[in-house]
Every structure is written in C-alpha cells, then in structure tokens.
C-alpha cells in the first residue's frame, strides 16, 4: 500500500533526512519518533506530496493519501455539521452519522466552530478524516490539544475502522496511541552535517 524506498528530504533545501526506507501494508501504522527539528514534518510533507524529495522513492495508489497538520483546517464562521459537509463535498462523499459519534460532535453539530474550545476544533478537525475516504494518511502531531478521553477516542477510531478496514497511517507523535505498531526513530537518519545541497528557496 505504500513503499517508501532509500528517501532523503529536506527542508528549505538543507538535506534533513536520508536512507528512509520501510513499507506499509493495509491495516499497517507506523509511529515516528524523535526529538524536536529532527524532519518528522519534513518527512510527512515529502511523503503526501506537498515537497519534493531529493532522492529515493514513494510509492502509493494515485488519490490515495491525505495529511492532516497541526492546524485543524476548519472554517470559523461555519458549523461542525457545515464544515464536516464541505470536506465531504470536495472529495465528492457525504458525511456519515458514525463521524459525529466517533469523535463526540452530536451535540456540538450545529455549533459555529468559531465557539468550540481548542480540544473541540481538534476533534472536528480529525473528523475531516473519516468523511474524505483517503487510505493512506499522514498524521503530524494529531492529538494537539485533545485530552486523554479523546486521545483514546481518535486511537479508537484510528485501530477499529481506519487500519480496521484497510487503510494505513504514517504518525508523527510523541503519545502512545496504544496501537500495535512498530515505532522508527528518525535520529539514526540525520543527513550527515557535510551533505551538499542548499537553496534559496522558500522555507517549507
């Protein structure tokens, strides 16, 4: 489902990461690890195709991946129910009861989400993936701001119907999720302090 082959990324044109290779089938998750600045978000944003890579490559089905950062990508002015609708549009879906349940936005549906507290618009926002249908997600952080009783609720979502029915995610996180899968340390692949390249293009 997605092969990741010998990659090196980088960040403002500053080679960060090399020899990243692993492989993911459906029903697979794997948690990245390491301390602050060391090229998660590089990694995860090389990987959905928002920068390219400097060498090596990735593969998945063409349509496939999504990633979700530290901003949870709603729209203030409008509703829970408003803004789940729209990113069901865009990806030409509609919204299934079962995303306002797993993530305890019944009561919140018609709420503007301009009023939700941070955990709240956290939970909208992790919502978004359960109406786009993408099955290969890359995750940043995504328990920012959620307290335990949600942390648990989006591993749940996560375990039971994401790897559940076949997706597979690539998490940068810091929280144990509880989820049965393996962990890669970025430390070890730090690009080597002499590596060449550097750039004057804008930061990503």
């Not at 990741?4 to 090399?18: K, S």
């Not at 090389?46 to 729209?75: M, N, R, V, W």
Request: with cysteine; net charge negative.
């Amino acid at each position: 489902m997605l092969q990741v082959t010998d990659l090196r990324c980088a960040r403002g044109g500053v080679p960060v990461l090399e020899r990243i290779s692993f492989t993911l089938q459906p029903g697979d998750a794997l948690i990245l690890r390491g301390p602050n600045g060391v090229g998660k978000t590089t990694l995860l944003r090389t990987l959905a195709g928002l920068q390219p890579a400097l060498s090596g490559t990735y593969d998945y089905a063409e349509g496939a991946g999504a990633y979700a950062s530290h901003a949870d990508g709603i729209k203030l002015a409008l509703t829970v129910r408003e803004n789940l609708t729209f990113w069901a549009q865009v990806h030409g879906r509609s919204v299934p009861d079962s995303a306002y349940d797993t993530f305890d936005l019944g009561d919140l549906r018609d709420r503007m989400a301009g009023t939700l507290s941070a955990g709240q618009k956290r939970r909208v926002g992790l919502a978004r993936l359960a109406v786009i249908g993408r099955r290969v997600l890359f995750l940043d952080e995504p328990t920012v701001s959620l307290d335990g009783f949600s942390v648990r609720m989006f591993a749940d979502w996560m375990r039971d119907h994401h790897l559940g029915q076949g997706g597979c995610a690539v998490i940068a996180t810091h929280i144990d999720l509880g989820l049965d899968a393996p962990t890669l340390d970025l430390t070890p692949h730090i690009a080597a302090a002499d590596a060449d390249g550097g750039s004057d293009e804008a930061f990503l």
